[in-house]
């Protein structure tokens, strides 16, 4: 049962413009919210997080934007870059800290 | 700040060998630490929930005989793969879990290893 669902494998995206990647989650319960950005065999990097209880949460050129109603969030990359390229994860929690719950992840390719 | 490190990155092994994995907090102190492993285009799947001087906690399916998880000091845990086969070859990473209470709202948020190729002949 995939609790945290990322519905494109990939995205490819011109330098300069913008990137929306997606996520969708089943459980109400989730309280918190994150993104990861992962190349091959590194560890996720840890980009954005939002509360529930917000809407949007933005730092520099990465915003998330949080639909509780539709149990939806996404990441918005603008402008993109080409060292933007990687693996973006969504994770959701129950708690802030608690054990993350991740989607399948979206490869991002951002082309000069 | 907040780096973690994993050790090693690789490792080779013949099947039916035990293989420790170690995870270390370098400039915070962390009292959770939890595993993950990764299979190729995967996602990375909660295998355990490791809190310093207790008992690791582990998800279902996931045999605490096979996966020993230690956490004995606020930087370190270990996860020792014992007798290894074949299907236990993945990529192991851990995270741990820093609070930061000095911002205005405080933030709570796992902070990743790079991770261990596992490879069981």
């Known amino acids: 049962d995939q609790q945290v669902k990322q519905n494109s494998p990939s995205l490819s995206v011109q330098e300069g413009r913008i990137s929306i990647l997606n996520c969708d989650y089943t459980?109400?319960?989730?309280?918190?919210f994150l993104w990861y950005k992962k190349y091959p065999a590194e560890g996720p990097t840890f980009l954005i997080s939002i509360s529930s209880i917000k809407d949007k949460n933005e730092d520099g050129r990465f915003t998330v934007f949080l639909n509780k109603s539709a149990k939806h969030l996404s990441l918005h990359i603008v402008p993109s870059q080409p060292g933007d390229s990687a693996v973006y994860f969504c994770a959701a929690a129950y708690n802030q800290g608690g054990k993350l719950i991740f989607g399948q992840g979206t490869e991002l390719s951002v082309k000069p | 700040g907040a780096v973690v490190s994993q050790h090693p990155s690789r490792v080779i092994c013949k099947s039916g060998t035990s293989v420790k994995i170690e995870c270390r907090s370098l400039d915070f102190q962390a009292t959770t630490m939890f595993w993950y492993r990764q299979f190729p285009k995967q996602s990375l799947m909660l295998m355990a929930t490791s809190n310093e001087g207790s008992k690791a906690t582990y998800e279902q399916g996931v045999e605490k005989d096979k996966f020993l998880i230690n956490h004995a000091s606020l930087t370190l845990s270990t996860l020792t793969v014992t007798s290894a086969h074949p299907e236990d070859s993945s990529f192991y990473i851990c995270s741990a879990r820093l609070f930061k209470v000095w911002t205005s709202s405080g933030t709570d948020t796992q902070y990743f290893g790079p991770g261990t190729r596992l490879t069981v002949l």
């Open positions: 459980n109400s319960m989730f309280d918190y």
